[in-house]
């Protein structure tokens, strides 16, 4: 990915980098979130809501790690992991999906149901 394709994403709005990155996820079947030392995924609060955060390239993951998320780790997720393993977490820690956040600014919040809805739509297409 070259900067001005990244620089272009980034400038987009947080529904249009959600809409960006479900079609890109339906198309590569992979995506991202950051991880500690243990494998424990990140979460963020917004307004007592806990948010998981994923991007569609690494690239955009790596923006994130600033304040205080320097320490994490960026660990590459396929649809099988979000199947056998993200639902299932985003259900039991009762978070939200944080879709492309950039830099420290919060991307578009999403809840599991709307998520799945909209990937298994985009996924009908390919």
């Known amino acids: 990915m070259n900067q001005k394709e990244i ?3 980034i400038s987009l709005e947080p529904f249009d980098r959600y809409k960006y990155f479900v079609k ?3 198309d590569l079947e992979v995506f991202y979130s950051l991880v500690d030392t243990n494998e424990n ?3 963020s609060d917004l307004d007592g809501n806990r948010l998981m955060p994923l991007w569609s390239d690494k690239e955009f993951a790596e923006l994130c790690k600033v304040s205080g998320w320097e320490d ?3 660990k590459e997720l396929d649809l099988d992991d979000l199947e056998n393993q993200i ?3 985003i259900v039991d820690e009762e978070c939200l999906i944080n879709v492309f956040p950039v830099y420290d600014r919060t991307g578009f ?3 599991l ?3 799945t809805r909209d990937l298994n739509e985009e996924l009908k297409k390919f």
Do not use: H, S
């Open 72 to 74: 994490y780790n960026i």
């Open 87 to 89: 639902i299932d977490f």
């Open 109 to 111: 919040v999403v809840n």
């Open 7 to 9: 620089e272009n994403v």
């Open 113 to 115: 149901q709307e998520f």
């Open 41 to 43: 995924y990140v979460l």
């Open 24 to 26: 890109k996820i339906a």
